[in-house]
């Protein structure tokens, strides 16, 4: 199948339930693919009990997102927003409320609040700014939205007793950032690729932390102090 994922020409193998989550991106134009993902790369050992259709999910995506370093591009396991056209990621450790987060972004702010990608949105540098992205991989819920969106913001969530945020020093946020994409690589190139790109994330890209309480003030808390951080970085 060849399909339009993040910008990229995308052949991605009809295998697995691959062609129904595909069924948004694929591509009938011309050109020659971008990223080519083979079956053949499979690698059941790394998912020990994994059949299809969760194999051929899990494997089709990690091929992607390691060919995506190679396009200023990266994967971050978080849960992405569009509000008035600005991109805001939720991450963090599993369990630490990503979905619920930006559910609650979507009672505080109605219809306008569209969760895009809920589980792995790819991002990418493009003429110098930086963007979110839906794509087939999304989580077991399969939300997603075939959507290109300039990134405003990143946060990574903590469960507290009360609402607080503070923008992390550029050391944390790589920290934080490769705690949850891709980072164990067998070539050295990928592992410079993945830092290259990160650094350039986080030297464009505001990153919090949250520590919050599922309520409406901390979706109130998280959108007005990084859309504020998003209008100063401009």
Not at 53 to 81: C, I, K, R, W
Not at 144 to 154: D, E, F, S, T, W
Not at 188 to 195: I, P, Q, T, Y
Request: charged fraction near 25%; hydrophobic fraction near 35%; aromatic fraction near 10%.
């Amino acid at each position: 199948m060849l399909c339009k994922v993040a910008d990229l020409l995308v052949e991605v193998p009809a295998t697995g339930d691959m062609p129904q989550r595909c069924k948004e991106y694929l591509y009938t134009g011309e050109g020659q693919p971008d990223i080519v993902i083979s079956a053949e790369e499979y690698k059941p050992e790394r998912w020990p009990g994994l059949e299809s259709p969760g194999l051929d999910y899990m494997e089709s995506g990690t091929l992607f997102f390691l060919n995506l370093l190679q396009f200023n591009g990266m994967m971050l396991h978080s849960s992405a927003v569009e509000y008035e056209g600005k991109a805001y990621l939720f991450s963090g450790r599993p369990g630490m409320g990503k979905s619920t987060h930006t559910r609650i972004w979507q009672q505080v702010f109605g219809e306008k609040a569209q969760i895009f990608n809920d589980d792995k949105p790819p991002l990418r540098c493009i003429d110098g700014a930086w963007y979110a992205f839906g794509a087939p991989w999304c989580g077991k819920d399969g939300i997603n939205q075939n959507k290109k969106v300039p990134l405003a913001g990143i946060c990574f969530l903590q469960q507290a007793k009360e609402n607080k945020i503070r923008r992390l020093s550029k050391q944390e946020a790589v920290s934080r950032i490769f705690s949850q994409t891709l980072y164990r690589f067998k070539k050295m190139e990928n592992l410079d690729l993945m830092l290259q790109n990160t650094d350039s994330l986080v030297r464009q890209i505001p990153v919090f932390e949250l520590e919050n309480l599922p309520e409406p003030a901390a979706a109130m808390l998280s959108y007005e102090t990084m859309n504020r951080a998003a209008q100063e970085e401009l």
